[in-house]
């Protein structure tokens, strides 16, 4: 993660084999939240205190997110902070080649978002409004969730 200041934080979890960020929250004091994935791609959120961080690692905590199978299309694409926690956003393997957009809530709890094969949610808004895609007759269309 770059920071406004012109440095980066390190956030690569040391007994990982390899790690992807996606997404930065809007920051909260000097604390924000990324969504992306760790090793085996299995989706996870990081906690990032900015003021601690830096080059060499650490401020920061993450967390494969609870429940998410781990797979090669699975991954958390954002994050949003909620009251008592986050909800992030992504797609997760259900076969080979088919992938369902989901929203994860950090209790642990899930939910798929299309009874269909092939869907993405790219992005979650600050009112829970979530754009993505589907597949329809073989062709890509816009969706868009709300609540």
């Not at 992807?20 to 090793?39: C, H, K, N, W, Y």
């Not at 899930?110 to 009112?127: D, P, T």
């Amino acid at each position: 993660m770059w920071t406004a200041e012109g440095s980066y934080c390190n956030l690569h979890p040391q007994g990982e084999s390899s790690s992807i960020a996606f997404d930065v929250d809007e920051r909260l004091g000097t604390e924000v939240l990324i969504a992306g994935r760790v090793s085996q791609q299995q989706p996870a959120v990081w906690t990032v205190d900015i003021a601690d961080c830096g080059p060499d690692g650490g401020g920061f905590t993450y967390e494969p997110i609870a429940g998410a199978p781990a797979g090669l299309y699975s991954r958390a694409y954002d994050v949003r902070r909620v009251a008592g926690g986050w909800e992030a956003v992504g797609t997760h393997d259900v076969v080979r080649y088919d992938v369902q957009p989901v929203v994860w809530f950090e209790n642990g709890a899930s939910s798929e978002l299309l009874n269909e094969k092939y869907g993405i949610a790219f992005v979650i808004n600050s009112v829970g409004q979530i754009a993505g895609n589907r597949e329809a007759k073989g062709r890509s269309q816009a969706v868009l969730w709300t609540r």
